[in-house]
């Protein structure tokens, strides 16, 4: 483990605190203490950090979103016809996640999601052809996946007065 000491103005030094700030982004910390202590008069706080060299710190820590790959932006991917789908799928998904209070991810990723609509996925076994897709998840969410891929949504279903 190492120590790094950073000294911060307590009235502010917006370049300080975003060279703290990205080191903090930037590594993996381990613990910070901070003090406030008076320098030449002036009220200053110090922090120490200690953290992880382990490797896996650094510049490219700093954008966690790198690793992710490229954006993809599915209404340029897919065909109408499957955005449409996908976008139901999307709020399907949205759905689930707010009901089992889970990350929208831990259901299906947005990838996962175009494979379903441009498949057209109409049954269980479909779904496991997804990559990513096991026997827990379609158990668990298949049957609103597919409601969703036949457009049979809970606004689509409700009675009109």
């Known amino acids: 483990m190492q120590f790094r000491i950073f000294s911060v103005p307590a009235s502010g030094d917006a370049a300080a605190e975003e060279e703290l700030n990205h080191f903090l982004r930037a590594n993996r910390v381990v613990s910070v203490s901070k003090e406030l202590s ?13 953290y992880l060299n382990d490797g896996k710190g650094g ?3 700093s954008n966690r979103s790198s690793r992710r790959g490229p954006s993809v932006d599915y209404r340029e991917v897919l065909s109408p016809e499957d955005f449409a789908v996908f976008v139901r799928l999307r709020d399907a998904r949205k759905a689930l996640s707010q009901r089992d209070a889970v990350p929208v991810y831990a259901i299906c990723t947005n990838e996962q999601l175009a494979q379903i609509a441009q498949a057209r996925c109409d049954s269980a076994s479909a ?7 096991g ?6 969410y298949g049957a609103e996946l597919l409601k ?11 009675e009109p007065f």
């Open 148 to 158: 969703a891929v036949a457009g049979e949504t809970d606004a689509n279903a409700a």
């Open 135 to 140: 026997e827990a998840k379609v158990q668990k």
């Open 59 to 61: 510049a490219d820590a």
């Open 38 to 50: 008076t320098v030449a008069g002036s009220p200053t706080w110090f922090f120490c950090v200690e």
């Open 127 to 133: 779904l496991l052809k997804i990559q990513g897709l």
